[in-house]
Each structure stands twice: as structure tokens, then as C-alpha cells.
């Protein structure tokens, strides 16, 4: 399985930016899909996920601001940031949760850059 993320960049604080993270290759069934970020010293930290039930949770830095959202037929799930902040500027990668025969396996995309200046 292979997780292709793209839409960070560069913007200014309120600013807003859609990223977009495409699975393929032999996917199975996909429990969760998800938003990570992280920052230079830091660990990495949860921003979004998604359940194939739909069920949604964020970061409490990040609700109201950011939505996740997946389209099931094309294994892609997005995220949208509205209002970004300074404190929003990380690498962000994407999360794919599958379960198979019992084994849960972990992918994760190669990152993507977003920076936020005031």
C-alpha cells in the first residue's frame, strides 16, 4: 500500500489549505484513515482521523478549523485547514489503519509541508 499526500505550502495566518493523501495498491479494507503532524522536536501528534463508519475526531487545537473528509471510491482522504495559524506549520502525513486476517497494519505517506506565516 502506498500513501500519496500533496496539497501543502505556503500561507499566511487565516489562510487556508486542502490537503489530499490517495491510497493504492492491494487494499484490503481500511479501518481509519488520517491526518498526522509534527514539528522539529517534537513527537508526532494526531490532527484528524476518520473511521470507514464515519466516525470523525480532532486534535482540540484544530476543531472548528480543520474538516477530514474521505472518498471511498478512490481511497483518497482529504483535509481541509480554514483559519491557519503560526502554530499550525509542520510536516504533515497521512495515516492509513487496514485490518487483515486479524493483523492491523500502519501506512503512512511521505509528508507534506505546511507553513503558516504571520
Known amino acids: 500500500v502506498q500513501l500519496q499526500a500533496s496539497g501543502g505550502g505556503s500561507v499566511q495566518t487565516g489562510g487556508s489549505l486542502r490537503l489530499s493523501c490517495a491510497a493504492s495498491?492491494?487494499?484490503?479494507?481500511?479501518?481509519?484513515m488520517g491526518w498526522y503532524r509534527q514539528v522539529p522536536g517534537k513527537e508526532r501528534e494526531l490532527v484528524a482521523s476518520i473511521t470507514n463508519r464515519d466516525v470523525v475526531d480532532y486534535a482540540d487545537s484544530v476543531k472548528g478549523r480543520f474538516t477530514i473528509a474521505v472518498d471511498s471510491a478512490k481511497n483518497t482522504v482529504y483535509l481541509q485547514m480554514n483559519m491557519l495559524k503560526p502554530e499550525d506549520t509542520a510536516v504533515y502525513y497521512c495515516?492509513?489503519?487496514?485490518?487483515?486476517?486479524?493483523?492491523?497494519?500502519?501506512?503512512w505517506g511521505q509528508g507534506t509541508l505546511v507553513t503558516v506565516s504571520s
Open positions: 495515516n492509513l489503519l487496514s485490518t487483515v486476517r486479524l493483523t492491523e497494519y500502519v501506512y
Open positions: 495498491g492491494s487494499i484490503f479494507s481500511i479501518n481509519t
